[in-house]
């Protein structure tokens, strides 16, 4: 079992930042994707960005693309996301999860574990 805690959601003009951290614990594995996903009321859960821990290799949504970052600290057992230039279509609850496949990044059907999200409100 691998269980994530994410953190760092608030409240936050448009333009501003945030830094949303993952802190994952249990039978986590360098080999494993973690990835962000976010909610917004009535939507469907879309990924946001992805790592493979065991290279670091990043992927991103279009939307996020040149605004979010996604890193690591390995040492923590920690996963990070730095939203810069924030917009008030980004607000949702976003949600850490991880996976030990490789495969379909981007599919939330795909994760295996989820943490229980964190509150991103962007005001205009």
């Known amino acids: 079992q691998v269980q994530l805690v994410e953190s760092g959601g608030g409240l936050v003009q448009a333009g501003g930042s945030l830094r949303l951290s993952c802190a994952a614990s249990g039978r986590t594995s360098s080999s494993y994707v973690m990835g962000w996903f976010r909610q917004a009321p009535g939507k469907e859960r879309e990924f946001v960005a992805g790592m493979w821990m065991f290279s670091g290799i990043t992927s991103y949504a279009d939307s996020v693309k040149g605004r979010f970052t996604i890193s690591r600290d390995g040492a923590k057992n920690t996963l990070y996301l730095q939203m810069n230039s924030l917009k008030p279509e980004d607000s949702a609850v976003y949600y850490c999860?991880?996976?030990?496949?490789?495969?379909?990044?981007?599919?939330?059907?795909?994760?295996?574990?989820w943490g229980q999200g964190t509150q991103v409100t962007v005001s205009s």
């Open positions: 999860a991880a996976k030990p496949t490789l495969t379909g990044w981007n599919m939330p059907g795909e994760y295996d574990y």
